[in-house]
């Protein structure tokens, strides 16, 4: 166990429907990351919060937005999702006191989205 | 843009026998790069991990070896044995925005016979 927390484990949905992951981090981890991992793409990262600030931006469609709330944990909101976008979204916390070098990150069980 | 290299995609071997897993890496800024080791249907779990000032690390039957000028780093599995069947990632550290974001290679399926 990560100590890295996601709901829900699964999610099964249909075409143009909006759904809402959520994530909180290990104790103490300032920073938050997500990942989208498909059969055929890898673990792709998404986007990073760190103490509830965007820091950083990577393949994130506009159609997916994420935020990090006062008590740490995240969100990533997913909208007019396509067949396509079935995947495991993984989440990882990192300490990252400062973001000048990478820290480990630890990753949660991931939430495994079903769309039809 | 950015990226990172990582042969082979699979990998099959024989109970004791050692795995070897290879990543090549463009981002000559990289200072971070961690292994992890994916179960069907679970996380990546971190196995180890090598920053650039250290050019080797082992842990029991794990090893890395990174080489920061030809910006290539590979993992060492001896001994191998059937629980060590998964996908291993690697991964490097590529500047984007304000952090350090790991940049993974595509995978390798390890498969341990036994």
């Known amino acids: 166990d990560s100590g890295v927390t996601q709901t829900p484990k699964h999610l099964i949905t249909a075409t143009g429907q909006r759904v809402t992951l959520r994530c909180s981090p290990r104790s103490g981890d300032l920073s938050v990351y997500w990942y989208q991992q498909s059969l055929d793409q890898g673990l792709q990262f998404l986007i990073q919060?760190?103490?509830?600030?965007?820091?950083a931006k990577g393949n994130i469609l506009e159609r997916f937005s994420a935020q990090q709330f006062p008590d740490l944990h995240s969100e990533l909101n997913l909208s007019s999702l396509e067949l396509g976008d079935s995947a495991l979204y993984f989440c990882a916390s990192s300490v990252d006191p400062a973001g000048l070098q990478s820290e480990t990150q630890y990753f949660g069980p991931g939430t495994r989205l079903l769309v039809l | 843009g950015e990226n990172v290299e990582q042969h082979p995609s699979t990998l099959s071997v024989q109970e004791g026998d050692s795995a070897v897993i290879k990543c090549t890496y463009s981002?000559?800024?990289?200072?971070?790069f961690p292994w992890y080791k994916q179960e069907l249907g679970k996380r990546p779990q971190l196995i180890i991990d090598i920053r650039s000032n250290v050019g080797e690390k082992k842990d029991q039957r794990i090893a890395v070896t990174l080489n920061k000028t030809a910006k290539h780093f590979s993992l060492h599995i001896t001994e191998t044995q059937p629980e060590d069947s998964a996908v291993y990632f690697c991964a490097a550290s590529i500047r984007t925005g304000g952090s350090y974001i790991p940049t993974f290679g595509r995978g390798t399926s390890l498969i341990v016979h036994p």
């Open positions: 981002d000559s800024a990289s200072n971070y």
């Open positions: 919060y760190y103490n509830g600030e965007e820091r």
